[in-house]
C-alpha cells in the first residue's frame, strides 16, 4: 500500500533516486570542464533566477529546477530521421532543448519527449528554439528507428531526432556525460535534458523524471528557462502550480472517462483488481493491437473462474494525439468486451507506480499492490500465464515478518564456506565497488544476488524484508550482496541496515557504477548473476511480494 506521508512515498523516493544520479552526473561533468559551473549539494541542484522563490518546485520530487551551467556546448554532427545531416554548430543563433533518447523505449523516454514538445508549444509561435535528440540505443541506429519513433510520438516534424554509427554516438554521450547502459536488451541512461543557448554555450540542465504527471509542470519550468535565453524574453503561456499533488493509488477510490463516453470507476471496492496501462504508440514495438484483443480471453473468463475485474487504462498523458487511441480501437476486431479509461493527467499511473508500458498491477480488495508485470522488459502475459501469475499472488501470504539474526543465523548454519563467510558479515557495510568485484569473482560456482539501495528510498526498505526472508531460505546456495549507493554518507547507510537485518553484507558504490557488472541508475535494483559470473538480468523497481522476489531468484539463477 502506498504510504500517505508525502515524504516517504514511492514516487518521491523513485523520483529522487533519478535527479540524485543525474546529480552524480553533473559532479563528473564540473570535474571535467572548468567552464561549467555547479553549485550542488546533497538536498538539491541550484536554482536559476527565473524560478527562484519557488518554493513549491523545490519541494516536488517529480521536478527539477535546473542547474545552471556555462561554457562551449561540445559540438557534433550526426543524422535526423530524415537521412539528413545535422549539425549543433549550424543552429548557432537558435536555442536547443537536446535530450538523450532510447529510439525503442518504453519507460521515461515518452516522458522526456512529451516534455520537450509541451516546453515549446508554451512559447510564441516561431520561437528561435530546436528540439533535438540524439540515440542512446547501440542496437536500433538505423535511420528507420528514429523516424519510427518520432512518427509514433508525433515529433516527425517537430523535432530532429539523430543517429548516427556505434562510435559516433558514443563520442557524443562522452562529451555530454551521459552513461548507457543495456541490459538484456534493455537501454538506461542518465536522464539528462540540456538547454543551450543560440551563441552555442551550455546554459541549464535538468534531469528528467518519470513520472507521468510531472511532464506539464516540468515543461513550464524548461519552457521558462528557454524564455529567458530568447530575445524580448517572451512569456510562457502557462501558469501552472509546481505543488506535488497526491496521486490516486490502488487504495483510493477514482473515476476516470471512458473512451466511446462513460467513466471508469478505479481503486478498492470490495475485490480483487487487475490494471493493465499502455499507450497507443507501444504499437511501433510490439503487437498492441494483438495483446489488448487477447486481453478479452481473460475478461470473457474471468467472473466464471473467480478472477479479478479487468480494467485496462490508457496513459494519455504520453499519446501524440487525442485522435491515437480511438483510431486504434476502431481497428479491433472483435470488439472488446471490456471498457478502457483514460488517464488524462498521468497521476494514476504515478499512483500505481507505473515505470514502463505495457504494465500490469494486481490489488486486493483493500488496494494494497500484490502483483505487477512489466510488459515492456519482460513481454506481454499469455492468457495461462497471466492466470497463473494472479492465481499466485493472490494465494501469497499477506504480509512477511522477516527473520531475526538469531533465527538466520540458525537456518543458515552449516553453509558452504564461501556463502558461510557472507554470513558472518551479516549487515556489515564493507569496502568500494572494486572489493565488491573482487568478491564476485571469489564466489565463481554460485549464483548471486546483488540488491542496490539507500537509506533515503522508501521502496528499498518496503523490499528488505523480503530479501531478508529469500536470503534465508535461499542462502545455503545463493549468494546475497548489497550496495548501498547514490547515498548521503556511510553514517546514514550503517543506521539502515542496523534498523534492516540481513543475512549478507553490503559494499558502496558513491555513484552506481559497478565494475564488471554495470551501472545503478535507479533505486531499488536488483541484478541477477549466474555460476560463471554473468549478469543474466537486471531488475529497477521494488519488489512487492515475496513471491515475486522468490519466483525471479527460482527462475533466472535455475533454482
Not at 572548468?34 to 520530487?61: D, F, I, K, Q
Not at 499511473?349 to 499492490?369: H, I, K, M, N
Not at 508485470?373 to 501469497?396: T, Y
Request: charged share 15%.
Amino acid at each position: 500500500m502506498r504510504s500517505t506521508d508525502p515524504e516517504r512515498s514511492p514516487q518521491r523516493e523513485r523520483a529522487r533516486s533519478g535527479l540524485l544520479r543525474a546529480r552524480v552526473v553533473l559532479l563528473a561533468f564540473a570535474a571535467a570542464a572548468a567552464a561549467v559551473v555547479v553549485a550542488l549539494t546533497v538536498g538539491g541542484p541550484s536554482r536559476s533566477p527565473a524560478n527562484r522563490g519557488e518554493a513549491a518546485l523545490n519541494a516536488n520530487p517529480n521536478l527539477d529546477p535546473g542547474t545552471r551551467l556555462s561554457g562551449a556546448a561540445p559540438t557534433f554532427t550526426l543524422t535526423d530521421q530524415f537521412g539528413r545531416a545535422v549539425s549543433v554548430r549550424s543552429l548557432r543563433g537558435r536555442v536547443v532543448l537536446l535530450a538523450f533518447i532510447d529510439s525503442r523505449c518504453t519507460s521515461a523516454c515518452p516522458q522526456t519527449t512529451a516534455t520537450m514538445l509541451a516546453a515549446r508549444r508554451l512559447l510564441p509561435a516561431g520561437s528561435a528554439v530546436e528540439l533535438l535528440a540524439v540515440n542512446t540505443n547501440p542496437a536500433a541506429r538505423a535511420t528507420s528507428w528514429v523516424a519510427a519513433y518520432s512518427r509514433t510520438h508525433g515529433a516527425m516534424h517537430a523535432w530532429r531526432f539523430l543517429t548516427g554509427s556505434a562510435s559516433e554516438l558514443e563520442q557524443v554521450w562522452h562529451a555530454y556525460h551521459i552513461e548507457v547502459s543495456v541490459t538484456d536488451g534493455r537501454v538506461d541512461q542518465t536522464p539528462a535534458l540540456y538547454v543551450i543557448d543560440g551563441r552555442g554555450r551550455l546554459a541549464a540542465l535538468y534531469a528528467t523524471s518519470p513520472s507521468y504527471a510531472a511532464v506539464a509542470q516540468q515543461a513550464q519550468v524548461v519552457a521558462q528557462e528557454i524564455a529567458r535565453l530568447l530575445p524580448g524574453h517572451p512569456k510562457v503561456g502557462q501558469r501552472l502550480s509546481y505543488a506535488e499533488r497526491a496521486d490516486p493509488g490502488p487504495s483510493t477510490a477514482a473515476t476516470l472517462p471512458s473512451v466511446g463516453g462513460g467513466t471508469v470507476r478505479i481503486g478498492p471496492d470490495g475485490s480483487p483488481r487487475l490494471y493493465v496501462f499502455f499507450s497507443s504508440w507501444l504499437s511501433e514495438t510490439i503487437n498492441l493491437q494483438g495483446d489488448l484483443e487477447a486481453l478479452a480471453g481473460y475478461a470473457s473468463i474471468a467472473a466464471a473462474r473467480h478472477l479479478p475485474q479487468l480494467t485496462v487504462i490508457d496513459e494519455a498523458s504520453v499519446e501524440p494525439d487525442s485522435g491515437a487511441l480511438p483510431a486504434l480501437l476502431g481497428r479491433l476486431h472483435p470488439k472488446l468486451p471490456y471498457a478502457v479509461a483514460v488517464d488524462r493527467t498521468g497521476r494514476v499511473a504515478d499512483g500505481y507506480l507505473v515505470q514502463d508500458e505495457p504494465w500490469f498491477a494486481l490489488a486486493d480488495a483493500s488496494g494494497r499492490t500484490l502483483w505487477y508485470w512489466d510488459a515492456g522488459i519482460e513481454g506481454w502475459p499469455s492468457k495461462s500465464a497471466l492466470i497463473r501469475h494472479v492465481r499466485d499472488a493472490l494465494s501469497a501470504p499477506a504480509a512477511i515478518r522477516p527473520p531475526t539474526p538469531q533465527q538466520q543465523r540458525a537456518l543458515l548454519a552449516d553453509s558452504p564456506a564461501p556463502l558461510a563467510r557472507l554470513h558472518r558479515q551479516a549487515d556489515k557495510l564493507l569496502g568500494s565497488a572494486r572489493p565488491l568485484e573482487a568478491r564476485i569473482q571469489s564466489l565463481r560456482g554460485y549464483p548471486i544476488v546483488i540488491n542496490a539501495w539507500a537509506s533515503w528510498c522508501q521502496p528499498c526498505k518496503q523490499e528488505y524484508p523480503l530479501f531478508a526472508q529469500a536470503s534465508t531460505r535461499f542462502g545455503r546456495q545463493v549468494a546475497f550482496l548489497g550496495v548501498n549507493t547514490l547515498d548521503y554518507g556511510a553514517s546514514y547507510a550503517r543506521a539502515f541496515l542496523s534498523a534492516h537485518p540481513v543475512s549478507y553484507p553490503s559494499y558502496q558504490s558513491a555513484d552506481g557504477a559497478l565494475p564488471g557488472v554495470g551501472t545503478v541508475l535507479g533505486l531499488p535494483t536488483t541484478i541477477y548473476i549466474d555460476r560463471s559470473g554473468r549478469v543474466i538480468k537486471t531488475i529497477t523497481g521494488v519488489y512487492d511480494s515475496l513471491g515475486a522476489l522468490e519466483g525471479d531468484i527460482q527462475h533466472y539463477l535455475g533454482l
